[in-house]
């Protein structure tokens, strides 16, 4: 029986019963008029989690990074961030068009950015070179696996940046919280300004929430309306966000656990790779492989959709629509792979 296991990204999730049930009830207003009641509460409850004065409800994760820049910068400003960050390299230069800011890109590659990195690129104001507005990190760091940042990491980074706000794309900041024990405030005691998202992991079917000081979240109410953010009766969508933070974080452990499992499967074999399956502690297993693209087509014909993010860099994503035999599955795929395929 041929089965199909998407592994491509938690992007894919579908809204839950509960969320679905929810949605239909819904009690919604005008979020222009500051008027839907379950979009004030879900923004309520994220800044209470966080806690921070104020949090707003957006479309996208993209558009959350958007806002924060314009937020914290202003143009010709530099942003220190991780190369491979989503912020840098997954939003089409949207950074650069919307706020005209640019980045000093950091090396990444375990997905925390050293502490002397940043502080040298401060520093080099000194030298001419520009001033450093906004320091910007991503928790859990997708393209090194989800790496979550450790909270002791966050709070020497934020220590050592005096007035130069820290802002964290926390997409994936539940599935940091599920793998380290750190709770979502204690994270975000350090940030000046963070988001979340709702669809991925925890999947609600659109939105994330971006939190910080009731100034600055003022500020993001202007530049969402700008960006063409202010939704409508946006309390549908609202209503499974609420159902997402109430009832879907723990169950990422679920996630994490398979993608383990995975890891390990998919470093044995592939030791061509130098996977380290023990660098896999959320859902996202990725690696380089020479053939990447051609290993993600040739699983994709035998049922096993994953995905690529770089030229020679391959990625599989767990999430609420992978279960233990899909795991299964694609152990008895990926184990039985042709053998010289796998040295292609
Ligand atoms: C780390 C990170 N930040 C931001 C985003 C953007 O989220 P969205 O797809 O909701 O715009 C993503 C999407 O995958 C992401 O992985």
Same mark, same amino acid.
């Given at each position: ?29 005008? !979020?222009?008029?500051?008027? &839907? ?5 879900? @923004? ?5 989690? +966080?806690?921070? @004065? ?14 924060? !820049?314009?937020?914290?910068? *202003? ?12 912020? +840098?390299?997954? @939003?089409?230069?949207?950074?650069? %068009? ?13 997905? +925390? ?55 964290? &794309? ?26 979340? =998202?709702?669809?991925?992991?925890? =999947? ?20 969402? *309306? ?29 996630? $994490?656990?398979?993608? %383990? ?18 660098? =896999? ?32 860099? !391959?990625?599989?994503?767990? $999430?609420?629509?992978?279960? &233990?035999?899909?795991?299964?599955? +694609?152990? &008895? !795929? ?11």
């Amino acid at each position: 029986m041929h089965r199909e296991v998407d592994l491509r990204s938690d992007t894919v999730t579908q809204p839950t019963p509960a969320m679905r049930d929810a949605m239909a009830a819904a009690t919604v207003g005008d !979020v222009g008029y500051d008027e &839907d009641p379950t979009v004030n509460e879900l @923004e309520s409850r994220f800044a209470a989690m +966080v806690g921070k @004065e104020k949090a707003v409800f957006v479309p996208s994760g993209v558009m959350a990074n958007q806002i924060a !820049v314009r937020v914290l910068t *202003k143009p010709g400003d530099l942003i220190l961030a991780g190369r491979r960050q989503h912020v +840098v390299s997954f @939003e089409m230069g949207a950074s650069a %068009r919307n706020s005209s800011v640019q980045f000093l890109t950091l090396d990444d590659t375990h997905g +925390v950015l050293e502490l002397r990195d940043v502080l040298d690129s401060i520093d080099a104001e000194l030298d001419h070179q520009p001033h450093v507005a906004l320091v910007a990190i991503e928790n859990t760091h997708m393209p090194s696996g989800g790496t979550p940042w450790e909270l002791d990491d966050v709070r020497a980074l934020k220590d050592a940046l005096g007035e130069v706000p820290l802002y964290m &794309d926390g997409a994936r900041l539940f599935n940091a919280v599920v793998a380290t024990g750190t709770s979502a405030l204690e994270y975000a005691e350090s940030a000046d300004v963070l988001m979340a =998202c709702l669809s991925k992991g925890l =999947c609600a079917p659109v939105g994330s929430l971006l939190a910080g000081s009731r100034r600055a979240m003022t500020a993001a109410t202007v530049e969402r *309306k700008r960006l063409g953010g202010t939704m409508r009766q946006a309390g549908f969508l609202a209503a499974a966000g609420l159902v997402a933070l109430d009832t879907m974080i723990d169950r990422l452990a679920e996630d $994490h656990e398979r993608a %383990r499992t995975l890891a390990h499967v998919f470093a044995d074999a592939f030791p061509e790779s130098n996977y380290d399956p023990l660098t =896999c502690r959320t859902n996202i297993v990725t690696f380089d492989h020479p053939e990447a693209r051609k290993l993600v087509a040739h699983l994709e014909e035998l049922g096993v959709r994953g995905g690529t993010v770089a030229p020679r860099r !391959v990625r599989f994503v767990t $999430h609420s629509g992978v279960n &233990d035999d899909d795991v299964d599955y +694609v152990t &008895d !795929v990926v184990g039985n792979l042709d053998f010289s395929f796998s040295h292609a």
